[in-house]
């Protein structure tokens, strides 16, 4: 353990040299003596003693109490009083300033290790018990913002789910009504409009569990062998089936095939962003996949991250993009996201102010980042307003030869 260091502040020099000497044969150190309230504080930030000393009954404008005042102020050191003779007022000027202990002189040696050690175990405790406070404090926050946010999904769920339930609600009673009157024509529209309400509600039920688990930590990494390409084709078949064609969706061929990864968060990660370059591009145009496998060292590459630095998470686990890596580039030819709001795009509930009447709940992209964080890996958005948008998630490559070799965080 390190030596206590002590700063004493006495005006009488025979004294304050006795109290040195005392302390030092005690073992402590003293740090410096001064004369003065305005030099103890001075001394109190240079130093960093561990306890100041100080005598009540001082020469000058500043009497021990007002600089032990300032000096608490400042810094959290304890102080312990030194007096012979003070008047009440005084003394009870003192007590307010909440000190550590108090020397009457004249005391004897073991008078001072006392006060000293007792008032440096009472700093300790003290200390102790306000970082305990303060642990305490933040874990009651974080509960309150968890119940916040829990708050803020139900009634969200609530008032998201309203409007599809309503639009089968009507669709129902409109073919109740019309069994005998209406079309096939109008009945398969009907019915349509149950099929898309219904598949509004699954989507929004699948993100509210997705970020329920995520939430509780039940969500884990489960890498397992998958054909990227085939993967990939899939999704954006079904992507393209229930878009009537208005994008072009293509995947770029690549030298990247399989990998071990999560399909279920590899699933989250790109329909997510496909979805939102189809939202995003009202007029159409074309949404591109690409997939690239990156090599570690690949020196004379343009690095991954040539993205708006704000975009990249600052608590991503994928420091190494030196690293064998999957990167995921998703691009389409839509709104755009103002630059200013490039930063918040992946908090909860965020929607920008240039969607319009594009509908959406502002869920995806905290999925998205969810799946990738838990893939330990990063992602960047690139983006001009009616110009188009970028994303690319850079994830940790394995290889399916070498499962072995590699394991996920
Ligand atoms: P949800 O995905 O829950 O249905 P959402 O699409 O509004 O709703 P996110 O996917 O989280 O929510 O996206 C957050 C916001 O980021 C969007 O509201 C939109 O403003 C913006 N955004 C995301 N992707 C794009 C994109 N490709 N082009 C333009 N803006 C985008
Ligand atoms: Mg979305």
Redesign the pocket.
Known sequence: MNPIKILVVEDEIIVAEDIGFRLKKLGYIVTATVASGEEAIEKVTENQPDLVLMDIVLKGDMDGVTAAEKIRSKVDIPTVFLTAYADDKTLQRAKLTNPFGYIIKPFQQNDLRVAIEIALHRHEIETKMREALKASEASRESLEEKSHRQNQYISMAAHELRNPLNAILISAELLELDRTRSSDESQVRTLRLVHSATQKMN?LID?MLFMGRAESGKLKCNPLPINLVEFCQDLLDQLQLGNETKHQLTLIPSNVTSAILDQQLLHGIIS??I???I???PNGGKVSLELEYSQAGDGDKEPIFCLSPQCLFPNSKFTNINSPSLIIKIR?E????PET?LEK??EMF???K??GR???????????KKAVELQGGAIGCE?KIAI??T?TVVLPYVALSSKRDRTYG
């Not at 839509?334 to 996201?337: A, E, R």
């Not at 509908?359 to 992209?365: I, Q, S």
């Open positions: 989507q993100d997510n962003l979805v939102n370059a939202k995003y591009s389409d839509g709104i755009g996201i709001e795009i992946f965020y929607r920008c240039n969607t594009i509908k959406g709940n502002g869920l995806g992209l905290t999925i998205v983006s188009g948008t994303f």
